[in-house]
C-alpha cells in the first residue's frame, strides 16, 4: 500500500488529454511539500518529469504540466503521443518518515 | 553529467545480507545540497524509498526496512553503499541509487530525485 495514492491505469487515444492524480496527506503533500512527478518507460529506470508541482527539467516537452492544490497534485498530458505510453509516479517528501513517498504508479496506455 | 552506477551481486541466498554499491561520476558527492539514496522496485510493482545518507554520513531509513538497512558512503571514492541483512524472497527488486534534492530556493524546498542510475536486479533465491 503506497503512502501516496494513484489511479492504478488511465488511456486516451493520440492528440488527446489525460490527466492522472496524486492523493496525500497531512505529513507530505497537505504539510506542503512539492510533488514531483516520474516516467518509467518500459525496462528502464525512472526520469523526473515534472519537479516542485509544475517545473519542467530541460528537454521535457511542455505537452506536460504539473498543479497541487491541499492534499493533492495532478499531472496533465496534451497532445498525447505514443511515445509516452509508459508509468508515471508522483513523489513527495513524507515528514513522518523524514523521507521520499511514491505514489502506486499509474499506467498510460495510448490507444 | 552526473552518473550513477549501481554495482553488486544479482543473486543473494535467503537470510543473506544484499550488499551494493552507487559510484558518483561527473559531479561531487560531497555536496551540501544533496542526499544519496536508495530505491527499489519489486518486478511488475512501484518504487519503494530505502534510506537516504548525507556525504557527512547522516542517514535517514524508511521505517519498514530500517531494522535491515544500513547505507554508508565513501566520499574518496565518490561511492555510497547499500546493506540490506536478513533477506528474503520479498527482498527480490530492481535496486536504483538517485540522487535527492535537499536545499532551499525561492519557490521552497527541493526534494526532487534528479538522476538516477540504470537500476540492477538482485533475486534472493537458493
Known amino acids: 500500500q503506497s503512502v501516496l495514492t494513484q489511479p492504478p491505469s488511465v488511456s486516451g487515444a493520440p492528440g488527446q488529454r489525460v490527466t492522472i492524480s496524486c492523493t496525500g496527506s497531512s505529513s507530505n503533500i497537505g504539510a506542503g511539500y512539492d510533488v514531483h512527478w516520474y516516467q518509467q518507460l518500459p525496462g528502464t529506470a525512472p526520469k523526473l518529469l515534472i519537479y516542485g508541482n509544475s517545473h519542467r527539467p530541460s528537454g521535457v516537452p511542455d505537452r506536460f504540466s504539473g498543479s497541487k492544490s491541499g492534499t493533492s497534485a495532478s499531472l496533465a498530458i496534451t497532445g498525447l503521443q505514443a511515445e509516452d505510453e509508459a508509468d508515471y509516479y508522483c513523489?513527495?517528501?513524507?515528514?513522518?518518515?523524514?523521507?521520499?513517498?511514491f505514489g502506486g504508479g499509474t499506467k498510460l496506455t495510448v490507444l | 553529467q552526473l552518473q550513477l552506477q549501481e554495482s553488486g551481486p544479482g543473486l543473494v541466498k535467503p537470510s543473506e545480507t544484499l550488499s551494493l554499491t552507487c559510484t558518483v561520476s561527473g559531479s561531487s558527492i560531497s555536496t551540501t545540497d544533496y542526499y544519496w539514496g536508495w530505491i527499489r522496485q519489486p518486478p511488475g510493482k512501484g518504487l519503494e524509498w530505502i534510506g537516504n545518507i548525507y556525504y557527512k554520513g547522516s542517514t535517514y531509513y524508511n521505517p519498514s526496512l530500517k531494522s535491515r538497512v544500513t547505507i554508508s558512503v565513501d566520499t574518496s571514492k565518490s561511492q555510497f553503499s547499500l546493506e540490506l541483512s536478513s533477506v528474503t524472497a520479498a527482498d527480490t527488486s530492481v535496486y536504483y541509487c538517485a540522487r535527492t534534492a535537499n536545499y532551499y530556493d525561492s519557490s521552497g524546498y527541493r526534494t526532487q530525485l534528479d538522476y538516477w542510475g540504470r537500476g540492477t536486479l538482485v533475486t534472493v533465491s537458493s
Open positions: 513523489q513527495s517528501y513524507d515528514s513522518s518518515l523524514s523521507g521520499s513517498v
